[in-house]
């Protein structure tokens, strides 16, 4: 008898992860706090169901750690692209949003287009990645700043957001000097 491949998916928030197991089409939900012990809880349980695909979206950063122990246990798991997944929801007529149907959903993406697994970055591309998106951050900052001082009514406005244009180019030009 031939055990059914396994699929995983992960809703991941601030505080919790919302797990949906995915069997022979049969799904099982489990919670996870997004905290050190949950998350090594959660290795623990995936490594004894030896899962084909672990899907998780990117987050905006709360799925990093989460991310990390999952590949340091050598577990095969994807992060895709939020909405490459909504895309997929509504070709499959699931519209409504939870963590509990994203996880679902997260499952279901895993096992029909098995995305291509993602490979660990080392600490310094981590760190270089955030470096770049913070440089970015700033660059819109400024740039709405140089639009906010062409519409301010006062001098005195206008002096305080070019104080802060400068601020603001002072720190872009700070990382782009760790970069």
């Known amino acids: 008898m031939t055990l059914s491949p396994c699929f995983i998916g992960i809703d991941i928030s601030k505080s919790q992860l919302d797990v949906c197991v995915r069997t022979g089409g ?11 012990q949950g998350i090594k809880a959660l290795c623990t349980r995936l490594r004894r169901l030896k899962p084909e695909r672990i899907v998780l979206e990117a987050t905006g950063g709360y799925e990093r750690m989460v991310m990390q122990a999952l ?3 050598s577990l095969p798991v ?6 490459q997944v909504r895309h997929f929801g509504r070709a499959i007529g699931v519209l409504a949003k939870t963590d509990r149907l994203d996880a679902a959903l997260l499952a279901r993406y895993a096992e029909v287009l098995k995305p ?12 270089l990645r ?26 005195a406005l206008r002096d305080e957001i070019e ?16 970069i």
């Open 26 to 36: 049969e799904e099982r939900r489990l919670a996870f706090a997004n905290e050190n």
């Open 130 to 155: 955030a470096l770049v998106i913070r440089r970015r951050q700033l660059r819109d900052m400024r740039s709405a700043e140089a639009c906010r001082s062409k519409q301010a009514i006062s001098q």
């Open 116 to 127: 291509p697994l993602t490979s660990a970055v080392g600490k310094t591309i981590e760190v």
């Open 71 to 73: 590949q340091s246990a």
């Open 163 to 178: 104080t802060h244009i400068q601020a603001l180019t002072a720190a872009i030009t700070k990382l782009g000097k760790q």
């Open 78 to 83: 994807c992060r895709v692209n939020p909405r």
